[in-house]
């Protein structure tokens, strides 16, 4: 059962463009639409908008920053999660 | 579980590695503009170098670093520091998290967007850290007398249920 | 052929992981066991996405002198990056919360294994 599965999931895989294809969809500049994709902008306007040479902090932190606040809110509540989940039994003993 | 390792050799090989470890955090998050890095990476080396600590050592170990009580909160301050450099844009009359637009005098946009990526580089790697400090003191909660839990040193038999 | 095993043996290792992570969720009793799974599960995940960004003859996203931004497609895919290391974040938060849960069941159950869980829970 799972090997027919992953039998299927190898042959939707031969659907996505290669590996490592400049021209793929999620690389290009403009998708089919006629609008800009997000990726290409972001390599391109990177060190203009925020001066900072690594793309990745400049996503994360300014172009997604909203994104990254829900992202340590998440690590916040489950540290908040563990504390309540281990400390609640010593009250009932 | 919680009790120190009693090899020598572990225990002084995880007191020189710790500063180590945490001092490379430190540079992963003020050079992650740079290089690869970033807030939750550094982040987490620093609570590797805590938490090394206290495997080796016993839970009671860098609580002079994060204490266990702290750590819940000092996460909370690192969130705060997060949300509220959006609300700081947010008063010049910005979006949220729009960090151009705060006039700081002698510094052009892309800069201040550049030191606000800083400061909030710094909220997530507080955060991260502490969060995972707490997540991982929280794991070790075996009530030990030391601390002086009430029902310490209680065998587990006695908490089992039929 | 070649050409084909070149460009797509990366996806059918992601796709087998999957297929493994999948596995140990479904099939095995103990539920640390299951966790695992998931973990695995979780990780071929990160690496579909990391794998998507790839594009032959770019480097890493952080500018360099000399090789120009400007043409995007000297970089990766900065995109994927990002949010996967978000992702990273989020499956150690989960992983922290499953075992919070798993170290309290086994406090109130003495167990893991599903079947003798029923049944203690049962027995209640």
């Known amino acids: ?17 290669a590996r490592g294809d400049p021209d793929a969809p999620m690389h290009r500049e403009r998708n089919r639409a006629g609008g800009l994709v997000a990726g290409d902008y972001f390599v391109r306007n990177a060190y203009r908008d925020a001066a900072t040479p690594n793309m990745v902090t400049v996503v994360l932190a300014d172009y997604r920053s909203v994104d990254t606040l829900g992202e340590v809110i998440v690590v916040f509540t489950a540290g908040v999660s563990c504390f309540l989940i281990l400390r609640r039994r010593r009250r009932y003993d | 579980m919680t009790s120190p390792s009693q090899s020598v050799i572990i225990i002084v090989a995880g007191r020189a590695l710790a500063p180590l470890i945490q001092l490379f955090g430190i540079y992963v998050i003020i050079h992650g503009h740079y290089s690869p890095g970033g807030g939750f990476q550094g982040g987490a080396l620093l609570a590797a170098g ?15 670093e994060i204490s266990t009580e702290a750590a819940i909160p000092v996460a909370s301050i690192g969130a705060l520091i997060f949300a509220g450099t959006g609300l700081v844009t947010l008063a010049f009359g910005g979006h949220y998290m729009d960090y151009g637009v705060v006039p700081v005098p002698g510094i052009e946009e892309p800069m201040v967007r550049y030191y606000g990526i800083l ?16 997540i991982f003191d929280d794991m070790l909660d075996d009530p030990s007398p030391e601390n002086g839990d009430v029902d310490a040193g209680k065998p587990a038999e006695d908490l089992k249920r039929p | 052929m070649i050409d084909l095993i070149h460009d797509y043996y990366a996806y059918w290792a992601i796709m087998l992981l ?10 095995k009793k103990n539920l640390m066991k299951k966790v695992i799974g998931m973990i695995v599960f979780q990780n071929s995940i990160i690496l579909l996405f990391v794998t998507a960004a790839f594009k032959w003859d770019a480097t890493v996203p952080v500018l360099k002198e000399g090789i120009p931004g400007d043409v995007s497609s000297n970089y990766l895919n900065p995109l994927p990056h990002a949010l996967m290391l978000t992702a990273i974040v989020v499956g150690v938060a989960i ?11 086994y406090r109130n159950f003495g167990t893991l294994e599903e079947g003798e869980l029923t049944e203690r829970m049962k027995g209640e």
């Open chain 1, 1 to 17: 059962m799972l090997l027919v599965f992953a039998g299927l999931l190898i042959h939707a895989t031969l659907h996505l463009p």
């Open chain 2, 50 to 64: 805590v938490i090394l600590l206290r495997m080796t050592e016993g839970r009671c170990a860098a609580q002079s």
């Open chain 3, 18 to 27: 999957l297929v493994v992570g999948l596995y140990g969720m479904l099939m």
């Open chain 3, 95 to 105: 992983v922290g919360v499953a075992f919070a849960l798993l170290i309290a069941i």
């Open chain 2, 119 to 134: 400061l909030v580089e710094f909220g997530i790697g507080l955060a991260v850290m502490t969060a995972l400090v707490a």
